[in-house]
């Protein structure tokens, strides 16, 4: 009777479930469906108007997409003046909490006036734009297979085992996947390089959440928000997981008033992206940041970022490699020469950080067809950022028009200081000063560098593995700022080796060599070769693990002793310490080498010195 009580329970329960899942379908079916947006000059008084700006808000943080303004402090007056209610309106409660907040500090309400006639007719010129229904449909997606899930979960018996008679399918999540012994391996090695790379700098390392209130993560990442994975409601709290390790560190430094630190943090980060497994793109990964924070001298801790990258991709022997390098200056520069209205330039920065994924014709189009540009503008672009080169570029772009802008003259004197010091620090030979690089995070406002391998990895099958950029980052001055109350800024400039990337290239050449890979740290390995010795092994095994040798024995009381041998060799355990009842005897045990099959006898008052001494390990200090 209980059994079955149970299972009624869970099937209605997971009916309940089916029923919210649809009407969120039916409500999202409903805002993909063509219909006028318009939004009434001067007026924010009907239900669907407002339903509307509340579905603006779910994937922008301020009124002029991710930067706060004065349109914002106007909407906060008109909405307190006419006292409207948005308190089921989720999003543009969010919304007007976060201005409200804002609004306290005096420094930051400086901004300039507007109308609410003008804001209006900013919403409705935006509310046009494509790319909103784009992530409808991605979220309509999604939640249309979550429901046939469902659906399929009730088929099955009211979510007894899973799908097809019963039986659970057992896989990975999209976008995730499991790591084998040998896998793991190799990723450890790798991650001991990395960090001792860090360390060799003076990095200090932290740790911070894996996931964010929502309000942290929002508005940093440019048109890359829409890949944040949202979690539900917990507590009252709107939660997401991480998207990088660079805004969870800025909200720490703000936090913690913090305002100089070297810091590294190898943690995984979550994005809502389509994935490729062969070209290392995961939608659970990790990151290995390096970040130096604090006021220095021009270019001196962005030219060592650039160092550690030649350092790492170096040392992992992944093939050849470019670090390119930039400068927002100079991109807002160029913009500003082509006749780009400001107000555009971190949308048209976003199209421009195509380029290394798509040619330069659909760049162009997209700029001019969905965001609004004029052809001659993106014309003029075009010729610049199909520039790059070295020092001899930035000479060239000095005697250029580009030299009018002062913004782009003071990027161009940077970049010059950066190549010096590259040169200075021996890796010159892999910068490239590439004006195609645009890197779409809104939060960088100085240098930013890109390493992207040359194209000569090859799978077994000889196919080119493309797995594009490699390491990233930049400067980004503001963004702790952002987090600070009283809006105290620190420099900071930092850089992410995207590790999972180069790993698929590594995962490929073991294939390739058909390398053998030891899984375990095994050094000794206690054999026995007559019976009921299991206690005197472990007396053994006792006596080398508190003197921090890695030693392992069979978990047989009785195992046969060529069943032994085997197990170090196929494992690459390198010595092996022999005992029977002679040895016993005689207080020695004989010492084996596997690779050699050498046996010596040793005294147990001698044996930890002597397996010391060949495995090169010298004793402990503390």
């Given at each position: 009777?209980?059994?079955?009580?149970?299972?009624v329970?869970?099937?209605?329960?997971?009916?309940?479930?089916?029923?919210?899942?649809g009407d969120?379908?039916?409500?999202?079916?409903?805002e993909?469906?063509?219909?006028?947006?318009?939004?009434?000059?001067?007026?924010?008084?009907?239900e669907?108007?407002?339903?509307i700006l509340?579905?603006y808000?779910?994937?922008?943080?301020?009124v002029?997409?991710f930067?706060?303004?004065?349109?914002?402090?106007?909407?906060?007056?008109?909405?307190?003046?006419?006292?409207?209610?948005?308190e089921?309106?989720?999003?543009?409660?969010?919304?007007?909490?976060?201005?409200?907040?804002?609004?306290?500090?005096?420094?930051v309400?400086?901004?300039?006036?507007t109308?609410?006639?003008?804001v209006?007719?900013?919403?409705?010129?935006?509310?046009?734009?494509?790319?909103?229904?784009?992530?409808?449909?991605?979220?309509?997606?999604e939640e249309?297979?979550?429901?046939?899930?469902?659906?399929?979960e009730?088929?099955?018996?009211?979510?007894s085992?899973g799908?097809?008679g019963?039986?659970?399918?057992?896989?990975?999540?999209?976008?995730t996947?499991?790591?084998?012994?040998?896998?793991?391996?190799?990723r450890?090695?790798?991650?001991?390089?990395?960090?001792?790379t860090?360390?060799?700098h003076?990095?200090?390392t932290?740790?911070?959440?894996v996931?964010?209130?929502?309000?942290?993560?929002?508005?940093?990442y440019?048109?890359?928000?829409?890949l944040?994975?949202?979690?539900?409601?917990?507590?009252?709290?709107?939660?997401?997981?991480?998207?990088?390790?660079?805004?969870?560190?800025?909200?720490?430094?703000?936090?913690n008033?913090?305002?100089n630190?070297k810091?590294?943090?190898?943690?995984?980060?979550?994005?809502?992206?389509?994935?490729?497994?062969?070209?290392g793109?995961?939608?659970?990964?990790?990151?290995?940041?390096?970040d130096?924070?604090?006021?220095?001298?021009?270019?001196?801790?962005?030219?060592?970022?650039v160092?550690?990258?030649?350092?790492?991709?170096?040392?992992?022997?992944?093939g050849?490699?470019?670090?390119k390098?930039?400068?927002?200056?100079?991109?807002?520069g160029?913009?500003e020469?082509?006749?780009?209205?400001?107000?555009?330039?971190?949308?048209?920065?976003?199209?421009?950080?195509?380029?290394?994924?798509?040619p330069?014709?659909?760049?162009?189009?997209?700029?001019?067809?969905?965001?609004?540009?004029?052809?001659?503008?993106?014309?003029?672009?075009?010729?610049?950022?199909?520039?790059?080169?070295?020092?001899?570029?930035?000479?060239?772009?000095?005697?250029?028009?580009?030299?009018?802008?002062?913004?782009?003259?003071?990027g161009?004197?940077?970049?010059?200081?950066?190549?010096?010091?590259?040169?200075i620090y021996?890796?010159?030979e892999?910068?490239s000063?590439?004006?195609?690089?645009?890197?779409?995070?809104d939060?960088?406002?100085?240098?930013?560098?890109?390493?992207?391998?040359?194209?000569?990895?090859?799978?077994?099958?000889?196919?080119?593995?493309?797995?594009?950029?490699?390491?990233?980052g930049?400067?980004?001055?503001?963004?702790?700022?952002?987090?600070?109350?009283?809006?105290?800024?620190?420099?900071?400039?930092?850089?992410?080796?995207?590790?999972?990337r180069?790993?698929?290239?590594m995962?490929?050449?073991?294939t390739?060599?058909?390398?053998?890979?030891?899984?375990?740290?095994?050094?000794?390995?206690?054999?026995?070769?007559?019976?009921?010795?299991?206690?005197?092994?472990?007396?053994?095994?006792?006596?080398?693990?508190?003197?921090?040798?890695?030693?392992?024995?069979?978990?047989?009381?009785?195992?046969?002793?060529?069943?032994?041998l085997?197990?170090?060799?196929?494992?690459?355990?390198?010595?092996?310490?022999?005992i029977g009842?002679s040895?016993?005897?005689?207080?020695?045990?004989?010492?084996?080498?596997?690779?050699?099959?050498?046996?010596?006898e040793?005294?147990?008052?001698?044996l930890?010195?002597?397996?010391?001494?060949?495995?090169?390990i010298?004793?402990?200090?503390?």
């Amino acid at each position: 009777f209980t059994s079955t009580r149970e299972k009624v329970m869970a099937s209605t329960a997971l009916l309940e479930r089916i029923k919210q899942q649809g009407d969120l379908v039916r409500k999202l079916k409903a805002e993909k469906a063509p219909k006028e947006k318009a939004l009434k000059n001067g007026s924010l008084d009907t239900e669907e108007e407002l339903t509307i700006l509340d579905n603006y808000f779910l994937d922008q943080s301020y009124v002029e997409n991710f930067q706060f303004s004065g349109s914002d402090v106007c909407l906060l007056k008109y909405f307190q003046g006419k006292s409207v209610n948005v308190e089921n309106l989720s999003n543009l409660k969010r919304w007007q909490k976060h201005i409200e907040h804002l609004s306290k500090d005096k420094t930051v309400t400086k901004q300039k006036e507007t109308t609410i006639e003008n804001v209006l007719k900013h919403f409705s010129k935006e509310l046009k734009r494509p790319n909103n229904t784009v992530t409808k449909c991605q979220n309509l997606d999604e939640e249309i297979a979550k429901l046939k899930a469902l659906k399929l979960e009730l088929g099955d018996g009211g979510g007894s085992a899973g799908a097809q008679g019963g039986k659970l399918i057992l896989k990975t999540a999209k976008g995730t996947r499991d790591y084998q012994p040998q896998q793991m391996a190799v990723r450890e090695k790798v991650f001991d390089m990395i960090i001792s790379t860090f360390k060799r700098h003076g990095a200090e390392t932290i740790d911070t959440p894996v996931f964010e209130l929502k309000d942290v993560l929002t508005g940093k990442y440019g048109e890359d928000s829409k890949l944040i994975y949202d979690l539900a409601d917990q507590g009252g709290e709107m939660l997401a997981l991480r998207y990088d390790l660079t805004v969870p560190f800025a909200r720490y430094c703000a936090m913690n008033k913090i305002s100089n630190i070297k810091r590294y943090h190898i943690a995984k980060v979550y994005r809502r992206d389509n994935p490729s497994i062969a070209r290392g793109r995961l939608r659970e990964f990790y990151q290995c940041d390096f970040d130096i924070a604090g006021q220095y001298d021009a270019m001196m801790p962005d030219a060592e970022c650039v160092k550690i990258v030649q350092e790492i991709l170096s040392g992992i022997n992944v093939g050849k490699f470019v670090v390119k390098v930039n400068h927002r200056m100079i991109l807002d520069g160029i913009f500003e020469v082509c006749g780009v209205k400001a107000d555009m330039f971190r949308t048209i920065c976003s199209s421009v950080d195509k380029l290394d994924k798509s040619p330069w014709e659909e760049v162009r189009k997209e700029m001019v067809d969905e965001k609004g540009l004029d052809e001659e503008s993106a014309d003029k672009i075009g010729e610049f950022v199909r520039m790059s080169g070295g020092e001899e570029l930035i000479e060239e772009l000095l005697k250029s028009k580009l030299a009018e802008s002062k913004t782009a003259k003071q990027g161009l004197e940077d970049m010059r200081l950066l190549l010096r010091y590259c040169d200075i620090y021996g890796c010159s030979e892999v910068v490239s000063f590439d004006l195609s690089l645009a890197r779409g995070l809104d939060y960088y406002t100085g240098v930013i560098y890109e390493a992207v391998l040359c194209g000569d990895a090859k799978d077994a099958n000889g196919e080119d593995i493309t797995v594009g950029s490699v390491a990233g980052g930049g400067r980004y001055d503001g963004l702790v700022g952002m987090f600070d109350p009283k809006k105290r800024s620190v420099p900071c400039v930092g850089v992410s080796i995207g590790i999972e990337r180069l790993f698929s290239i590594m995962e490929s050449n073991m294939t390739k060599q058909e390398v053998k890979i030891r899984t375990v740290d095994t050094q000794v390995f206690v054999i026995t070769a007559q019976k009921n010795l299991v206690e005197e092994r472990m007396k053994i095994v006792g006596e080398l693990w508190g003197n921090d040798i890695k030693t392992e024995h069979s978990y047989k009381k009785n195992p046969k002793m060529l069943n032994q041998l085997q197990y170090c060799e196929e494992n690459g355990i390198p010595l092996a310490v022999v005992i029977g009842e002679s040895e016993l005897e005689k207080g020695v045990v004989k010492l084996r080498s596997i690779a050699t099959r050498e046996e010596e006898e040793v005294g147990r008052g001698e044996l930890v010195a002597i397996i010391r001494t060949k495995l090169s390990i010298k004793p402990q200090l503390d």
